[in-house]
């Protein structure tokens, strides 16, 4: 289960280091792709492959989100330091240049440009009621 929100720097050849917490559960390697909030999303080789396998099954009307996840995605190794290399077109697509956050959603971390995260923290924080709400009507 990945959790928590990490700090962390690209360097100058696109790596980005992943919580030590977390390393072992890419020893098999990782898929990365663009996620729709403009930030990217690291998958286990296992988590990608039942997340692929529900996204082909949709119908043709989901082909442009389809398009997105799948073709945007490039699978990546982690180095002996614990570093990743994002591909230059994903870290356009998520406007990453240099600080990153990485936070842990459950089945996959996600990985954001530090001031767009404080921007999408900020915004979703003000609307934290309404959030409140829907999520009590669907029962969380």
């Known amino acids: 289960m990945f ?6 720097t690209i360097d100058e050849k ?36 039942k997340n692929a396998e529900k996204i082909s099954e949709l119908p043709v009307k989901a ?13 990546v190794k982690i180095d002996k330091q614990g570093r990743v290399i994002l591909p230059d077109y994903l870290r356009k697509y998520a406007g990453i240049d240099k ?8 089945n996959r971390l996600e990985i954001w440009d530090e001031n767009k995260w404080n921007e999408y923290k900020e915004d979703t ?16």
């Not at 924080?125 to 969380?140: M, Q, R, W």
Request: proline share 1%; net charge negative; aromatic share 8%.
């Open 3 to 8: 959790i928590g929100e990490y700090s962390h």
């Open 14 to 49: 696109g790596r980005v280091a992943i919580p030590v917490k977390f390393r072992a559960d890419f020893s098999k390697g990782a898929i990365v792709t663009k996620e729709m909030d403009n930030c990217l999303s690291l998958y286990t080789i296992e988590e990608w492959q």
């Open 63 to 75: 082909r442009a989100f389809a398009r997105q996840k799948l073709a945007g995605a490039m699978d």
């Open 99 to 106: 600080k990153t956050i990485i936070a842990g959603l459950y």
């Open 125 to 140: 924080e003000k609307s934290s009621e309404d959030i409140a709400e829907t999520l009590g009507e669907l029962g969380v």
